[in-house]
C-alpha cells in the first residue's frame, strides 16, 4: 500500500480510501466487519463516512470497528443533511453544523473528526456563517481540518477568501465525483485543488457499477445503484454512458484485467488525486477494488482509457490550450 500526504496538512493516508456508505444498508454488521477487518489486513488507514449513511448507522458501525486503534485512523464523516427529522437540522449554518458533529462523535465513539466535509453548499444562509462555524469547530478541537464535498470550483474559491480575510481555517480537502463518465473536475476543480494544495478524495469511481462490467448496449444488470436508485439512474443516463461503458469493458478485457480493478487505477492515477473512494456490500465485492494497487498504470495505459470517454473542454473552453493529463509518477 503506497501512503500519499492529504494535500497540505502533511497527514498521510492510503492511496485508497474505504467508503462506509453501505454500512448497515446493504452491508450488516457481519458484512461491515469483513470489510473493514480486509482493508486494514492491506494497509487502509482512511475511512470515509458521513451522518447521512443510514442515518447514523454508518457512523455507529464504523465507530464499533475502529475501537482499540482509532489513533492509527484518518476519519472524515460529513454534514448538511436532515437525519433528526426536525425543520432545523439540515444545511450549513453553524447551529445545526456543531450539533450534526457533537452527533457523529457520539456515534463514532471518538473525541474528534481528522475531516469535517461539507456535504453540500449551503443556500439559505451566508457562505460567512458556514464558515465560522468550522472555525469555531476546529478552534474547539472537534473537528482538526475541513473540506468541501460536492461544491464547485467557484464555491470553493469564495469560501477560501471569506477565511483568508477573517483569518479563519480554509478548507484543505475536497471530494468531488469522478470515473471515466464524470469528469467534469478535470475542468476546473482538480486545477484548482492543484494550484492551492488541498487534498482530494474522490467518489464513485466505478460510476454506481456503471463502469463493473455489467453495463453494456443492451445489456443491463436487473439489480444496481443505476438501475435501483432515482439519484442514479437519472446521473447515468445519458446514452454514451452506456456506450462508454461498454467500450470501456471490452478494453479492460482484452487488457486482462477486472473492469472495477481498472475503473479504480485510472482515478488514482490522476496527479490531482491524493486518493479514490471505494466501498462494497460485501469483501467479494470489494476485492476488484483493492487489486487497484497491483496496476501499473502508464501514461498510454490511462490515455487508451481516457479515449474511451468524453474529455472535457478546459473552463475557458478554449480547446486549443487544452493540457493532457500527465499520470502520478
Known amino acids: 500500500m503506497e501512503y500519499r500526504t492529504l494535500g497540505r496538512t502533511g497527514v498521510r493516508v492510503s492511496q ?5 456508505m453501505s454500512f448497515g444498508a446493504e452491508a450488516d454488521k457481519t458484512a461491515s466487519k469483513a470489510m473493514y477487518k480486509k482493508v486494514r489486513d492491506i494497509g487502509v488507514n482512511f475511512f470515509d463516512c458521513a451522518d447521512a449513511y443510514t442515518k447514523g448507522k454508518a457512523e455507529t458501525i464504523l ?3 475502529m475501537k482499540g486503534e482509532r489513533d492509527n485512523l484518518v476519519i472524515t464523516s460529513k454534514c448538511f443533511n436532515n437525519i433528526r427529522g426536525d425543520i432545523n437540522s439540515t444545511g450549513g449554518n453553524r447551529r445545526h453544523v456543531v450539533m450534526a458533529v457533537e452527533d457523529s462523535l457520539k456515534r463514532l465513539k471518538t473525541d474528534r473528526l481528522d475531516v469535517l466535509f461539507m456535504h453540500r453548499f449551503e443556500k439559505l444562509a451566508p457562505l460567512e456563517e458556514v464558515m465560522r462555524g468550522l472555525e469555531d469547530l476546529v478552534r474547539a478541537g472537534k473537528v482538526l481540518y475541513i473540506g468541501a464535498s460536492n461544491y464547485a470550483a467557484w464555491q470553493v474559491a469564495k469560501a477560501q477568501g ?3 480575510k477573517n483569518g479563519w481555517t480554509k478548507f484543505d480537502v475536497i471530494q468531488p465525483m469522478y470515473n ?5 473536475a478535470e475542468a476546473e476543480i482538480f486545477p484548482q485543488a492543484q494550484a492551492e494544495g488541498m487534498g482530494v478524495i474522490t467518489y464513485s469511481p466505478v460510476g454506481g457499477g456503471m463502469l463493473s462490467g ?6 443491463q444488470p436487473k439489480v444496481g445503484r443505476v438501475k435501483d436508485k432515482q439519484e442514479y439512474a437519472v446521473r447515468y443516463s445519458d446514452d454514451w454512458m452506456l456506450e462508454t461503458a461498454g467500450r470501456f469493458t471490452e478494453f479492460a478485457e482484452k ?5 472495477v480493478t481498472l475503473a479504480v487505477a485510472w482515478v488514482a492515477a490522476n496527479p490531482a488525486v491524493t486518493a479514490p473512494i471505494v466501498g462494497a456490500r460485501n469483501v467479494k465485492q470489494l476485492e476488484p477494488s483493492l487489486k487497484s494497487v497491483d496496476v501499473k498504470m502508464t501514461q498510454d495505459l490511462w490515455d487508451a482509457v481516457a479515449a474511451l470517454s468524453r474529455t472535457p473542454a478546459p473552463a475557458t ?3 486549443e490550450e487544452y493540457e493532457p493529463v500527465k499520470v502520478r509518477g
Do not use: N
Open 180 to 184: 471515466l463518465v464524470k469528469r467534469a
Open 214 to 219: 455489467k453495463y453494456r448496449p443492451g445489456v
Open 317 to 319: 473552453d478554449r480547446l
Open 63 to 65: 465507530g464499533e470497528l
Open 16 to 20: 485508497l480510501c474505504f467508503g462506509t
Open 255 to 259: 487488457q486482462g484485467i477486472h473492469p
Open 162 to 164: 471569506i477565511s483568508e
